[in-house]
């Protein structure tokens, strides 16, 4: 009788163990971690250690294999779409996650600017700009949601990165060309596309863009009051941008530009990284993050 309960006992101890094994190696759900504006923060430092990201220069396309890479690591299926649009070359990212409805695209520029035409001394203005903010920060966003969205989505969600955004009027060049070329060559409509520009600046203050979807445009800044940023994302008009996210309302897709066009060093010399902060980029990042989350969760 003892003996067959030391035994029943340990058989019992055995299952346990086998089961809590299985269970921390099959079961383990993938790691769902919060956005992190430190991690987007390091994002935008990599991109300006690289330099400013101009048409075939080596920074542009070490930019492209860095945000290849960094998206292939957190599963995205990634490809480069390489064209030419105005006679310009075009190389826009594309990292796509799930299928089906509903369909939501998250996009950037990661191009700068080849002048600093803004700039408020004469000498500097032929200058590139760093485009830690007007660039950078944008695509740092990307990168972080790529890291920190869930795997398992409803639908599907897709992070672009758009090329040759900001070098309008420079020698023939025409603003938003790789968000165009982008939207000329997309099959299908997707549901909503928001575009995340000049979103790091440390004086953050989003107010609503006039030419922007309004009814997604009200659900992303009440979800960023709810998570504790009803003082960066302001419910009220402001700015009508020509933006990446025109092309897509040109075309009937339902579109947000998410823009802090109150940034003094816009197109200056001065878009360092000093100007950029953890906090607004992790500020706008939860709030999308939660939007689309909202969209997606299965
Ligand atoms: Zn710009």
């Given at each position: 009788?003892?003996?067959?309960r ?10 346990l ?17 919060a ?37 292939e ?6 490809s ?27 996009a ?7 002048v ?18 007007d ?15 869930p795997?398992?989505i ?9 090329d040759a ?13 790789g968000?165009?070329?982008f ?9 909503a596309?928001v ?16 030419n ?21 994302f ?14 897509f ?15 003094p ?13 953890a ?19 299965k």
């Amino acid at each position: 009788m003892m003996r067959a309960r030391i035994y029943l006992a340990s058989a019992a101890a055995l299952l346990l163990a086998v089961y809590i094994f299985v269970n921390k190696g099959r079961l383990a759900p993938p790691v769902d971690q919060a956005f992190d504006g430190q991690n987007a923060l390091s994002h935008v430092e990599y991109q300006l250690e690289l330099g400013p990201r101009l048409a075939g220069s080596d920074a542009h396309s070490r930019a492209v294999t860095y945000f290849t890479s960094s998206l292939e690591k957190s599963a995205w299926e990634v490809s480069v779409q390489e064209t030419v649009f105005q006679g310009q070359n075009v190389r826009n990212v594309i990292a796509i996650r799930g299928s089906g409805t509903p369909w939501t695209i998250v996009a950037a520029h990661y191009d700068s600017r080849q002048v600093a035409d803004q700039d408020p001394q004469a000498a500097q203005r032929s200058q590139p700009v760093p485009g830690a903010n007007d660039g950078a920060s944008g695509a740092a966003v990307l990168l972080e949601l790529g890291e920190s969205l869930p795997r398992e989505i409803q639908g599907q969600i897709w992070l672009v990165f758009f090329d040759a955004e900001d070098n309008g009027g420079i020698n023939g060049w025409d603003w938003i060309l790789g968000s165009r070329a982008f939207v000329s060559l997309l099959e299908g409509k997707p549901d909503a596309a928001v575009i995340l520009d000049m979103i790091g600046d440390k004086d953050l203050n989003i107010f609503y863009e006039n030419n922007s979807n309004e009814a997604i445009s009200q659900e992303l800044w009440a979800e960023a009051a709810r998570a504790g940023y009803g003082e960066q994302f302001i419910q009220r008009f402001k700015h009508s941008m020509l933006d990446d996210h025109t092309p897509f309302l040109q075309a009937g897709i339902p579109a947000v530009d998410i823009i802090d066009f109150d940034y003094p060093y816009w197109h200056t010399t001065a878009d360092t990284l000093d100007k950029v902060s953890a906090a607004s980029l992790e500020a706008v990042g939860i709030t999308v993050e939660n939007w689309l989350e909202s969209r997606h969760s299965k």
